[in-house]
Each structure stands twice: as structure tokens, then as C-alpha cells.
């Protein structure tokens, strides 16, 4: 941030998820007062199938971890190097499936929802 083009940015967006490093108004605080032109953005709470790293490690668990069934710390280190040079070797872009028509969807779903339950329609928006 002390660096260009972040220095004289009018505004540099940090995204993040919701993890308990940076987590509410606290860690918003902070960085507004170290970096006056950061504006952090929160990823949704339940999305994590935005976040290609959350992706990757969801699959690392179902592919890898699950059973935990190790021995001991070399048992797991040998399986994910194993994987990890599998998944090199054959891995793809994700295919995103979830269309326009499925946003719509859900927007038109999330709106019924907000209309039936009107007590639990509330957002904190962080600034």
C-alpha cells in the first residue's frame, strides 16, 4: 500500500472472506486507519465457492483428508504430496455452471424469502 500505484490510489479494494484475521468492524477499522484509501469488502458468509482457494482445499478435503484415517504426520504429508502431483498433472479450469438465469433465480428466491420473513431481511454493511 505504501508503494505504487496503491499510494496515490483514491481507493484500493481489499477482498477478503470472512476469516477471523479479518473479520468485522474491528479489522475494517484498523486497516481504514493504517490506509485511509482501503476499502475492505467482505466475500458473502457461505460462499466460499467464489474463493477458488476455498475450491481447491474443499476438494483436498473430500480427495485427501477424509477419512482421517493417518498413522502419523508422514502418512499425510506422502498422501498429499501424492495428490498434489496428481492434481498437477490433470488439472482443469473450473467449468462455472451457475448462469445469469440462475442469478436470477436466486435474487427472485432470496426476494420471496426477505418478503416472508421480514424480521431476518437486516445487512450490516461495513464501510
Given at each position: 500500500?505504501?508503494?505504487?500505484?496503491?499510494?496515490?490510489?483514491?481507493?484500493?479494494?481489499?477482498?477478503?472472506?470472512?476469516?477471523?484475521?479479518?473479520?468485522?468492524?474491528?479489522?475494517?477499522?484498523?486497516?481504514?486507519?493504517?490506509?485511509?484509501?482501503?476499502?475492505?469488502?467482505?466475500?458473502?458468509?457461505?460462499?466460499?465457492?467464489?474463493?477458488?482457494?476455498?475450491?481447491?482445499?474443499?476438494?483436498?478435503?473430500?480427495?485427501?483428508?477424509?477419512?482421517?484415517?493417518?498413522?502419523?504426520?508422514g502418512e499425510i504429508r506422502d498422501r498429499l504430496r501424492a495428490f498434489e502431483d496428481r492434481y498437477n498433472a490433470t488439472a482443469q479450469p473450473f467449468q462455472w455452471k451457475f448462469t445469469t438465469s440462475d442469478l436470477d433465480d436466486l435474487l427472485a428466491r432470496l426476494d420471496r424469502h426477505t418478503a416472508d420473513h421480514p424480521e431476518e431481511s437486516s445487512v450490516a454493511l461495513a464501510a
Open positions: 500500500m505504501s508503494q505504487e500505484p496503491y499510494a496515490s490510489a483514491k481507493r484500493v479494494f481489499w477482498i477478503v472472506d470472512n476469516g477471523s484475521s479479518h473479520r468485522g468492524q474491528t479489522a475494517i477499522d484498523h486497516l481504514t486507519s493504517t490506509f485511509p484509501n482501503a476499502v475492505m469488502v467482505h466475500t458473502p458468509v457461505h460462499a466460499s465457492w467464489t474463493n477458488q482457494v476455498e475450491i481447491f482445499f474443499s476438494i483436498v478435503q473430500r480427495k485427501v483428508v477424509s477419512p482421517n484415517d493417518f498413522t502419523d504426520l
